[in-house]
């Protein structure tokens, strides 16, 4: 079975969505692939109903059949702005936008999808309206800025004025997790991108921030689930 894997920009609300996605998988098998945690939430339509993956905290295998689906990926941070919950409520789930409550949202946008041509540009559409920034914490960008270039936790809190305590509470509410676990995922995405852009595994880690090359081969089987290069290779 064959697996096609595409991502666009999104021509809206850039600065809480990264982009739209589509996965096809050709007829055969059911196929099963390996989701690592990128500190994001997704709103994905299936071809028959709406779920919510992430944010996750493990590597997380989803086995799928030939069809379709179809994405948009929201920023650390920005589900609650769909959502209209904190996002510590669905950490490392897959809930339907039915079992959060959200029928009044998700019906309708089914129906609309099931009847679209492009079901991704009416997905992305659907989320950047649908979005609501009165609720979301107004620190919460800069301290993923500030968490992407290593600054420490409490340098953050000291920044905003907050205690450290205060700020792993906004942070579990906005992103899932606390401020630590996000910045370590985001250490391991900018490593697996310089790896993947062609960068030696070596020169990647300390580029990323790790101590050293073993450093990053433990933190790649922690959060990805196998060792790099069954990761790299997949």
Request: net charge neutral; aromatic share 6%.
């Amino acid at each position: 079975m064959r697996t096609d894997y595409a991502e666009r920009p999104v021509t809206g609300a850039a600065d809480l969505l990264v982009c739209v996605w589509r996965r096809t998988t050709a007829d055969g098998p059911a196929q099963t692939y390996r989701i690592v945690p990128d500190g994001c939430v997704d709103l994905v339509w299936t071809g028959s109903e709406l779920f919510v993956a992430g944010p996750d905290t493990r590597a997380q295998l989803t086995t799928t059949g030939p069809g379709t689906l179809h994405g948009v990926r929201l920023r650390p941070g920005a589900a609650p702005a769909l959502l209209g919950l904190p996002a510590a409520e669905i950490v490392d789930g897959r809930p339907t936008l039915t079992e959060l409550d959200r029928q009044a949202f998700a019906e309708p946008l089914a129906d609309r999808l099931a009847a679209a041509d492009n079901p991704a540009d009416v997905l992305e559409r659907a989320v950047a309206t649908a979005l609501r920034r009165d609720l979301l914490d107004p620190a919460m960008p800069p301290v993923v800025a500030g968490l992407r270039t290593g600054v420490s936790v409490a340098e953050l809190s000291e920044r905003f004025g907050l205690t450290e305590r205060s700020l792993h509470r906004r942070s579990v509410a906005a992103f899932g997790y606390g401020p630590k676990t996000l910045q370590r995922v985001l250490r391991f995405q900018r490593a697996l991108g310089l790896v993947r852009a062609g960068r030696a595994f070596a020169d990647a880690a300390i580029d990323a921030g790790y101590a050293d090359q073993p450093h990053l081969a433990r933190e790649v089987r922690a959060l990805a689930g196998v060792p790099p290069g069954t990761l790299l290779t997949n």
